[in-house]
């Protein structure tokens, strides 16, 4: 296992974090000029927000990554939970907590239904994913006989939790408020730093990513730690989905969550996160995310008129940025090569 995968300050590393940070950058200072409304508190408030939502499925969907895996069920896994909390709430008459702790239940359980699918089954994680993708929202749709589930004007204080927002001392913010989703990101961010980067779970993670054989013959239970790297991304990707339907308010189980892993895979993939596993970096996942949102809200701010290729824009946008970490890539490669001779 090379030393390189489990620092996220080594040359690879750090070269790929400034690259998808300063791609950030470009396009927040052109949609700046381009747009007066983008520095508006509002919209600053929304591009944060929507960073902590599509943040959270990010890092969880990072963990199945860095194993080499990929899970494309995460939209639909969003939209069981995000159409189930409403249902459960106010056409079953649960309480909030038996509500909460069920739908995070299903989502945990649907990770371990993978996890045993692909270690057990030796099923390809594209094939079992993507028959997740198209029965847990063809089970949404049934449950919910396809019609829209809300919260109406219930449940308010539940709600806070995606649409309040966190005091800031003084007027050093002006007129920004900051979102309680972004505090929620953090958390999961920070723990998710610590035990990808600071415990053995981690590491052992990242050395299934980089070579699952010589991990297994090291000694490493690849099967449980596969499975639990599922388990993680579509319980992130369950709590996405309360968050999700708590900011908005209602959910149509035909559209809820429609492409939403694939934000949270390029997101992943932008923030360093290799597909051929063994790779990974959660702040540069964060980034990632943020990108996504800016690149969405400059569409919508400077260029209106493109909305309808939004994501054949979005689609070029990834192909550069995963283009110039091949290019970096190779790059840091051959001067370690060239240092080492």
Same mark, same amino acid.
């Given at each position: ?206 050395? +299934? #990513? =980089?070579?699952?054989? *010589? ?6 239970? !690849?099967? $449980?730690?596969?499975? /639990? ?84 824009? +979005? #689609? =070029?946008?990834?192909? *550069? ?6 290019? !970096?890539? $190779?790059?840091?490669? /051959? ?7």
């Amino acid at each position: 296992m090379r030393a390189n995968r489990l620092n996220p300050f080594s040359s690879l590393e750090g070269s790929k974090f400034l690259g998808i940070f300063s791609l950030l950058m470009v396009i927040c200072i052109y949609t700046a000029i381009s747009s007066d409304r983008f520095l508006l508190a509002a919209n600053l408030e929304n591009i944060v927000h929507r960073t902590a939502l599509f943040g959270i499925l990010s890092i969880g969907v990072a963990f199945v990554i860095v194993t080499g895996g990929i899970d494309l069920s995460i939209g639909s896994v969003v939209c069981l939970t995000g159409v189930m909390l409403p249902f459960l709430l106010t056409q079953c008459n649960w309480s909030v907590a038996a509500s909460l702790a069920t739908v995070l239940g299903a989502s945990a359980a649907i990770g371990l239904f993978h996890g045993v699918m692909i270690t057990k089954m030796r099923l390809q994680p594209f094939v079992v994913t993507l028959c997740g993708l198209l029965f847990y929202r063809g089970a949404a749709r049934g449950i919910t006989k396809d019609r829209s589930q809300g919260f109406g004007l219930e449940f308010t204080d539940l709600r806070s939790l995606a649409t309040g927002h966190i005091p800031l001392f003084g007027d050093v913010a002006g007129d920004f408020r900051l979102p309680a989703t972004t505090l929620l990101l953090i958390i999961i961010a920070i723990i998710a730093m610590v035990i990808l980067n600071r415990t053995v779970f981690g590491r052992y993670l990242f050395a +299934i #990513g =980089g070579n699952r054989e *010589a991990a297994r013959y090291s000694g490493i239970n !690849v099967d $449980r730690f596969t499975t /639990s790297a599922y388990v993680i991304c579509s319980t992130l990707a369950g709590l996405g989905g309360i968050l999700f339907v708590l900011d908005i308010n209602a959910a149509q189980p035909s559209d809820f969550g429609n492409f939403y892993e694939l934000y949270a895979i390029a997101a992943a993939v932008l923030g360093g996160c290799s597909l051929r596993g063994g790779e990974g970096n959660i702040s540069g996942v964060v980034v990632g995310a943020a990108v996504m949102v800016v690149l969405t809200n400059t569409i919508n701010l400077v260029h209106p008129e493109y909305q309808k290729i939004e994501f054949a824009i +979005i #689609g =070029g946008v990834i192909l *550069a940025g995963v283009t110039a970490d091949a290019l !970096v890539r $190779r790059l840091v490669a /051959s001067r370690n090569r060239a240092n080492s001779s």
